[in-house]
């Protein structure tokens, strides 16, 4: 596949967001696609990205979807090499749809998915958790992705920190908040491109430890509270909280805000942290 230059002169060639999804083809039941390297965290695809590969396809695969509600991925192999998927309707209904996506590798299974997608409907009432915090000017936010050995795929993230920890940082509580968007400057406004940004941060348990540590997300959540979540800037403020750090795991949960505050997805995450031998 074909690169295009997503940084500034002086950085890596990468594979643009939008070209690599253009990339995605139909074949047999389902479709294929294949990520280039700089795509990968450590030996698999970045999660946020196989997550967006299995909404892609969903979408492509069944017409006239409402809007996404809610989705969970569960992360269970390594996905290399040229990655399949196979959406399937599970449940339609005259309101909701609920349907499921596995993405396979060379290695068999890497991710399942489930995604529930509903048509708005009216309300008897109205509240909202989220108020966005309080952040420093952009300009005055330093840069977030310097730390050595970072995997590949943050390379096509900007990020600004603007409270909490940066990673290894031995921070007093496991909590960033982080202003992020996409270099690629097309992969802005869509949901797809948003959730392959919603798992661009590290373990927020990075926050309080002095060192990094190899990694493994084991499930993601997702709700939506935006059907058409949109940033003019590109830009989105993500708040990340480690809610527990023991026996090798990690739970944590994520809020992201456009800029102009209002909340527009929450997550939740389990991650495996390994110790260093």
Request: proline share 8%.
């Amino acid at each position: 596949m074909s690169t295009t230059d997503a940084n500034s002169p002086g950085t890596p060639t990468l594979t643009g967001f939008s070209l690599m999804m253009a990339g995605m083809q139909a074949v047999d039941d389902g479709y294929s696609i294949t990520l280039p390297d700089d795509w990968l965290q450590g030996r698999t695809a970045y999660g946020g990205l196989s997550a967006a590969v299995c909404l892609e396809a969903t979408r492509r695969a069944i017409p006239d979807l409402p809007p996404l509600r809610s989705a969970q991925f569960a992360f269970i192999g390594p996905a290399t090499g040229a990655l399949r998927l196979t959406p399937r309707v599970l449940r339609q209904g005259k309101s909701a749809v609920f349907a499921s996506a596995d993405l396979e590798g060379d290695s068999g299974l890497a991710v399942r998915s489930t995604l529930c997608f509903g048509a708005e409907r009216a309300s008897n009432g109205a509240y909202e958790k989220y108020s966005m915090p309080a952040t420093p000017p952009l300009a005055d936010c330093p840069s977030f992705y310097t730390w050595p050995e970072r995997p590949n795929f943050m390379d096509h993230f900007e990020g600004r920190l603007a409270g909490g920890g940066a990673p290894m940082s031995s921070h007093a509580l496991p909590e960033m908040l982080v202003w992020l968007r996409h270099r690629d400057a097309s992969a802005s406004d869509d949901l797809v491109r948003l959730v392959a940004l919603a798992d661009a941060l590290p373990p927020v348990a990075f926050a309080s430890l002095g060192e990094s540590a190899p990694i493994s997300t084991m499930t993601w959540a997702i709700d939506m509270f935006e059907p058409a979540p949109r940033s003019e800037t590109g830009w989105w403020l993500l708040q990340g909280i480690a809610e527990t750090i023991q026996h090798g795991y990690s739970a944590q949960t994520t809020v992201i805000w456009s800029p102009d505050g209002q909340p527009v997805l929450s997550a939740r995450q389990n991650v495996a942290i390994f110790g260093r031998r």
